[in-house]
């Protein structure tokens, strides 16, 4: 489960579990840190936000060829391209300074990050409890342009040693069509992977004036008009793309717009 459906609004699982740990270390901190003369909470939002920046820019480090045409990139946090560890190894940094300069600080720290540490464990077991593992390639009947049929798990015997990377987008998404040509390009250059793209929500005919307005050349271009691929895998919304390893296998799901750097991160995951 990527994301979590707030009314209109989709949330990304993991990020909805960090608010809730650092929820927690709040609590638990400020209880630590009372009566101690010491402004823990102002240190624990810092520690928070030392911890996300360090997460961000060891993922932007891992993927730096891929940020110095569009630096700006960087800053476009949508993508959801963080490293775990290195935000783990951020917060430890700062709680290790903050704890040497001020002593008051130590207990509440400690305290703080053991209770926001408990409930990511607590929340990541959930979370990975409710998600299928490994979940299998559906063979559902899908479209061609040119009005015959095929399946995903068809195109996966067709290339049985690439990962494949299969989008679902419509053209009325936003993101779905800022995604597209970066898609597009990826395909063309990577051999190695197969990149499918499914449309839903969308008649024929509005696929190719789509096609025919952005000039975009896709291979793999497929139509579920009664989104019986995006029922049978739960998509909560678009654009949504799937990394299946060579064994056909769901090894991740991104829900929400790609950058370069993330679709390079899940195509790493789906060839190991």
């Known amino acids: 489960m990527d994301v979590v459906s707030l009314g ?11 608010i809730a740990a650092l929820l927690v270390a709040l609590a638990v901190g400020a209880a630590l840190g009372h009566g101690r003369r010491v402004r823990i909470v102002d240190r624990l939002m810092a520690m928070a936000l030392v911890g996300g920046l360090a997460a961000r820019l060891v993922f932007v480090a891992t993927y730096a060829p891929l940020y110095i045409d569009a630096p700006l990139a960087i800053l476009d946090i949508r993508d959801r391209g963080f490293s775990p560890w290195g935000g783990v190894a951020g917060l430890l940094l700062y709680a290790a300074v903050a704890g040497w300069r001020v002593r008051a600080a130590r207990i509440p720290l ?16 959930g979370l990975q409890a409710v998600t299928p593992a490994h979940q299998p390639m559906p063979s559902t009947a899908l479209a061609r342009i040119d009005d015959t049929s095929t399946t995903l798990t068809e195109l996966k015997r067709q290339a049985p040693d690439k990962p494949m990377v299969v989008n679902l987008w419509a053209s009325w998404c936003g993101p779905c069509r800022r995604e597209m040509p970066m898609l597009a390009r990826y395909q063309a250059e990577h051999q190695a992977v197969t990149v499918v793209f499914v449309n839903e929500d969308d008649a024929v005919s509005a696929m190719h004036q789509f096609l025919r307005q952005t000039d975009l050349s896709l291979s793999n271009a497929l139509i579920d008009a009664r989104h019986a691929l995006a029922d049978a895998l739960a998509i909560p919304g678009y654009p949504t793309t799937l990394f299946y390893d060579a064994d056909g296998r769901l090894v991740r799901r991104h829900t929400g717009l790609l950058s370069q750097a993330t679709l390079a991160h899940g195509v790493n995951q789906a060839a190991r």
Not at 8 to 18: A, D, E, T, V, Y
Not at 110 to 123: N, Q, R, S
């Open 8 to 18: 209109p609004l989709l949330m990304p699982s993991r990020g909805l579990i960090g």
């Open 110 to 125: 400690a305290g703080a990050l053991a209770a926001g540490a408990l409930t990511l464990i607590i929340g990541t077991a």
